[in-house]
T-cell receptor
Framework: DAGITQSPRHKVTETGTPVTLRCHQT?????MYWYRQDPGHGLRLIHY???????DKGEVSDGYSVSRSKTEDFLLTLESATSSQTSVYFC?????????????FGSGTRLTVV | AQSVTQLGSHVSVSEGALVLLRCNYS??????LFWYVQYPNQGLQLLLK??????LVKGINGFEAEFKKSETSFHLTKPSAHMSDAAEYFC?????????????FGTGTRLTIIP
C-alpha cells in the first residue's frame, strides 16, 4: 500500500536465531501496529506504538519485542525464533485526523522458521 | 472486551448471485465496525466502516453492510457477485474513536465465486 512498506517480503530463518522485521511509513502517522496472520486465527495483535519510544503489548506478544526510535520506522524482533512463529506478519498504520478510522496495511512479510 | 465471530470460514456463490458474509460482534461499549478484504499475497484493504450515524454503510466495489444493534450484527452484502470478488474477508471491531483503535479481527471468510 502506498505510504507503508514492509521488509523483507519473505524470509526463511533457523530456529533460535534473532529476526528483525521492518515497517516503514511515509504518512507521518502516530499509530503503528504489528499483527500476525495464521489460518483459523485471523489477525492477532502482537505489539503497537502510539509514538516514538511509546509501545505496548498486544494479545500475542510473548517472544517478540518492538522498537520505534523514529516516527517512520517500527521494528519487530523475534528474539529467538521458534517454529510457532512461522506466520505472515502485517504492519498497519493509522492517523489521528477526523475520519481516519481504520488501518492502512502493508503487504506483509512471510516468515518461515525451520 | 470485544470480539468478532464470522459465521462460515468458506462461502461459495455463483457469479451474479447475492453475496452474504455474516459477522456478529461483542463489545461492552458502542462499537466501531469494519470490513476488510484481502486478495492473495496482499495486505488487507478497507472495504467499509461504521462509526456513527446511518446504519447502512456503503463501501467500495458495490459492497454494503448494515449495523444492527439489536442483533449485534454487521453482515456484508453485495447484490451480484463478480469473479473479481474472490478473496478473503475480515470483519473487525474497535471500541474507541480514531487513534489507537486496536482492532479485533474475526477469523475470516474465504469467498469463492463459481462461474
Amino acid at each position: 500500500d502506498a505510504g507503508i512498506t514492509q521488509s523483507p517480503r519473505h524470509k526463511v530463518t533457523e530456529t533460535g536465531t534473532p529476526v528483525t522485521l521492518r515497517c516503514h511509513q511515509t504518512e507521518n502517522h502516530r499509530y503503528m501496529y504489528w499483527y500476525r496472520q495464521d489460518p483459523g486465527h485471523g489477525l492477532r495483535l502482537i505489539h503497537y506504538s502510539y509514538g516514538v519510544k511509546d509501545t505496548d503489548k498486544g494479545e500475542v506478544s510473548d517472544g517478540y519485542s518492538v522498537s520505534r526510535s523514529k516516527t517512520e520506522d517500527f521494528l519487530l524482533t523475534l528474539e529467538s525464533a521458534t517454529s510457532s512463529q512461522t506466520s505472515v506478519y502485517f504492519c498497519a498504520i493509522q492517523g489521528v485526523r477526523t475520519g481516519d478510522y481504520g488501518y492502512t496495511f502493508g503487504s506483509g512479510t512471510r516468515l518461515t522458521v525451520v | 472486551a470485544q470480539s468478532v465471530t464470522q459465521l462460515g470460514s468458506h462461502v461459495s456463490v455463483s457469479e451474479g448471485a447475492l453475496v452474504l458474509l455474516r459477522c456478529n460482534y461483542s463489545s461492552s461499549v458502542p462499537p466501531y465496525l469494519f470490513w476488510y478484504v484481502q486478495y492473495p499475497n496482499q495486505g488487507l484493504q478497507l472495504l467499509l466502516k461504521y462509526t456513527t450515524g446511518a446504519t447502512l454503510v456503503k463501501g467500495i466495489n458495490g459492497f454494503e453492510a448494515e449495523f444492527k444493534k439489536s442483533e449485534t450484527s454487521f453482515h456484508l452484502t453485495k447484490p451480484s457477485a463478480h469473479m473479481s470478488d474472490a478473496a478473503e474477508y475480515f470483519c473487525a471491531v474497535s471500541s474507541t474513536n480514531f487513534g489507537n483503535e486496536k482492532l479485533t479481527f474475526g477469523t475470516g471468510t474465504r469467498l469463492t465465486i463459481i462461474p
